[in-house]
């Protein structure tokens, strides 16, 4: 049974940080491409950040760029969202899914065929 379980939201105020954790089971991990999307309150859900099957290649969505950093631990199955500089913008609930596919279509969701059920980003003050 494949579970990716992501963790770290919760409420920070404009300018502030979160670590986004998502852990993977039941999936080869080092097969799979990871990404982040997020969706807000009476939005569709968009792509933030990939990263390749070693980790070697990462993608950004422009929204995000120059604030998050994402990464991968092979070893712990585990990838994750560093978010800093967010912004009221960026609340969304955040999720993370794998997909056996090149990196580039990623951010578009194509192939990411197992997801989590999401963690809530809040940013107000």
């Known amino acids: 049974q494949v579970q990716l379980v992501e963790s770290g939201g919760g409420l920070v105020q404009p300018g502030g940080s979160l670590r986004l954790s998502c852990i993977a089971s039941?999936?080869?991990?080092?097969?799979?491409?990871i990404g982040w999307f997020r969706q807000a309150p009476g939005k569709e859900r968009e792509g933030v950040s990939c990263?390749?099957?070693?980790?070697?290649?990462?993608l950004y969505a422009d929204s995000m760029k120059g604030r998050v950093t994402i990464s991968r631990d092979n070893a712990k199955n585990t990838v994750y969202l560093q978010m800093s500089g967010l912004k009221p913008e960026d609340t969304a609930v955040y999720y993370c899914?794998?997909?056996?596919?090149?990196?580039?279509?990623?951010?578009?969701?194509?192939?990411?065929?197992?997801g989590g059920k999401g963690t809530l980003v809040t940013v107000s003050s």
């Open positions: 899914a794998a997909g056996q596919v090149p990196l580039a279509p990623c951010l578009r969701g194509a192939g990411m065929d197992f």
């Open positions: 990263i390749s099957s070693s980790g070697g290649t990462t």
């Open positions: 039941g999936i080869i991990f080092d097969w799979h491409v």
